[in-house]
Structure formats: structure tokens, C-alpha cells
């Protein structure tokens, strides 16, 4: 049966989200929050030759840039003050929770709660600005080693494409910590849907240009429509897809009153690592592509041409290299971000155990046993997410922003962002029954 929160969820109406006026605020702020972006998106690095950038630009998409172009809404290819995006922040908070469990005094950190949580905070911006600095410098010489993109190649224009760069991050890192405490919704996590949902209005306008010019058949557009909306809702069935182990606390005695033990369940999800290994593996495979890129002028080595070759999009060294990376960096980042160990000590403390499991180590190997099958079906779960689109993207030529990727960031952003909504309604609907019960109480 369902409990009485999902009922009353079932029965949210427009009524209701019209009189959550707090709700209503959080949205607006949330979406002016994300309007700025997309304004910042259109703001060009100074001393950058536009008609050169986009013909260098043409050549890149195939690599790693392609992919941070649509994370980053389309400002990589235009090259402008948000240009590195949240990717730093993303790539610090990775590093730090790495280092959390190799580090014991990080690893302490955590355990700390509240006050070790903020410590860390500030670690991953101090990371975030390191790494955005290095990246910034990398694209100012990178960008003057193309052929007349920078107007004044020279120290200064290094100096001011890191401070711009780097500033532009550690902004956008404020605006999603903003949108998360005073809007609804992950901030860091909406920005980035709001770089990959920009540019789907143009790439669906692309394909439907394809049909119409001939290129794309009519049941290709057909397929493509199909096959993104059966993968919509496998994404959202397999999102919310949980394994619940039974958890048993024992009887307790509060003076003389006995207390009946209390069953309660531990929710394992399906795919605990999210959108973090197709990321990983992406990153990893178009990196040759980029570094030949980078090497054409200057003549790229042998090897590296026939790496690319093989590891070109559809090819099936590509396919079996990249559904591999994903298996491995699920159980990667799983292992690190679950810790059967840590969650048996928890339990055991309050006096919870596993039925028919001793509690202790025997707990942790049964978790752990559990997590490893259930990793295993999520793995494989984002193995076919990624791939079908590659095959479709590989056979009919549709444009990349309807990869994967950018699918299972979508959906799960979205379903993250509606449950709040949800809870916000639900928390006003209780505060109108409060105040109803109040003021019936008064009458009485």
C-alpha cells in the first residue's frame, strides 16, 4: 500500500502550487539564476577572433570539446567568460571524495558531520580554483597556437583569459550554491541540464532539417523519436529502482513501558555511481581525438592517427572499450561512495541488525554482497542507455546531443528537481492543515 505522503502526492493539484507562494519564489529565483547563465554564455573572451574560433572550433567537435560544448551549454564553441563551466568544481568534488577515503584526516573530516562537511566544502573550492587556473592557462595557449584566433597573442592576454576563466567558474560555483539554498533543485546539476537543454531545440531543428532536405528518412526521425522516449522511461524505472534490506531494531524498555522493536529497511539503489561513468569513459575515449586535433598542424604521430582511427564513433573497438570503462568506473565510484563497513557500524550502534545476519563484519560482507549484484545490473543498465544511442548516432548520423550522456543527465536532474517540488507542496499542504487544526481548536 502506499504510505500516506505518496497518497497525498498523487492528489497535488495547480490549486495548490498557486498558493505556494514560497514555492513560487524559490522557481523564479531559480530560473532568473539560470537566465544569467545562458546570458554569460553569449559574453566572448576578450581579444578572440570570432570567424577564426568557429572554423578551429568545426574541426574539434569530434573530440573531448564536443563534449564539454554541450555540458557547457554551447559556450566552449563560442569561447566565452563561462567557457569552463562547473566542469572544475565537478572534477575537485570527484578528487576530494577520492581523497576522503585514502586520507584519514579527510576521511575524519566526514565523520564529523555538520562543521567536517563545510571543511571540505572549502577544500573542493580551493580545488576548484587550482584546476580552473590550469585549465584556463592550458585554452589562453592553446588558443595562440591556432592560426589568427587570438588578435594579441603575448603574456597578457594569458593573464587576462585565467583571471576571466577562473572567475567565470568560481561564479557560476556561487550561483548553483544560491540556486541550491534559496531556489529548488541542485544548483551545480541544473546548470549543467541547462547547457545540454539549450541546445536540443537546435539539434532537433537540424534533424527535422535533415528530413526535409532528404538526408534523414521519415522513419529515421520516427526511430530516433521512439527510441528517446522508450529510453526516458527505462532511465526513470531504473532510477528509482531500490533494493531494501529488512532492517530489525530490538525491544527497548523506557521505564516501565516496553516498546515493540521497530522494522525499518536500508535503500540500496540500482545504480548508486548516477551519471559519473559515462562521463569518466567519454572523457577518457575522446581524449586521443583531441590530442590529434591539437597535433594536425604539427603533424600527429603514427600511432596516435591509427588510435583515433580505431577508436572513431561506431567502430567497435569504440562500443566494446566504452561499455567496458563504464562497468569498471561504476564499481569505481560505487566503492567509493558506499562503505559497507561504515553503514554495519552505524547500525550496529543503534542497536539495528539484518535478520538472520550477525551484526558486525557478517552485516558488512552481507551489504557488500548485495551492493556487488545489484552495481552489476546498474552497470549494465548504463552500458545500454549509452550505447543504443551510439548505434542510432553511428547509423543515421543524428546530432550528439541526443547521446547517452546528456539523456541520463536530463532525466535524472528532472526527476531530482520534481520530487522537491513535490516535497515543497507536500510541506505546505501540512503547514495549511496545521494552521486549520489550529484555528478549529480555538473555536472549540
Known sequence: ???????????????????????????????????????????????????????????????????????????????????????????????????????????????????GRKVINQYTRYGTVFLAIVQAYGIAVGLESGSNIVVDPGMFFRIATVITLTGGTMFLMWIGEQITSRGIGNGISLIIFAGIVANLPHALIGMLELGRQGALATWVILLVAVVAVVAIAFIVYMERAQRRL???????????????????????????????????????????????????????????????ALLGHGTLMYMLLYAAMIMFFAFFYTAIVFNPTDTADNLKKHGGFVPGIRPGQRTAEYIDYVLTRITLLGAVYLVIVCLLPEFLISATHVPFYFGGTSLLIVVNVTMDTVSQVQGHLLAHQYEGLVKKSKLRGKKR
Open 1 to 115: 500500500m502506499a504510505s500516506a505522503a505518496e497518497q497525498l502526492a498523487a492528489n497535488l493539484n495547480f490549486g495548490a502550487f498557486a498558493k505556494a507562494e514560497a514555492l513560487k519564489k524559490r522557481i523564479w529565483f531559480t530560473l532568473g539564476a539560470l537566465l544569467v547563465y545562458r546570458l554569460g554564455t553569449y559574453i566572448p573572451l576578450p581579444g578572440i577572433n570570432p570567424e577564426a574560433l568557429a572554423s578551429a572550433f568545426n574541426n574539434q567537435q569530434s573530440g573531448i570539446l564536443g563534449l564539454f560544448n554541450m555540458f557547457s551549454g554551447g559556450a566552449v564553441g563560442r569561447m566565452a567568460i563561462f567557457a569552463l563551466g562547473i566542469m572544475p568544481y565537478i572534477s575537485a568534488s570527484i578528487i576530494i571524495q577520492l581523497m576522503t577515503s585514502i586520507v584519514p584526516s579527510l576521511e575524519a573530516l566526514k565523520k564529523e558531520g555538520e562543521a
Open 246 to 308: 529488512i532492517i530489525q531494531y530490538p525491544k527497548r524498555q523506557v521505564g516501565n513501558r516496553m516498546f515493540q522493536g521497530e522494522s525499518s529497511h536500508l535503500p540500496l539503489k540500482l545504480n548508486t555511481a548516477g551519471v559519473i561513468p559515462p562521463i569518466f569513459a567519454s572523457s577518457l575515449l575522446l581524449l586521443p581525438a583531441t590530442i590529434a586535433n591539437f597535433s594536425a598542424s604539427s603533424g600527429a604521430p603514427g600511432w596516435l592517427t591509427s588510435t583515433v
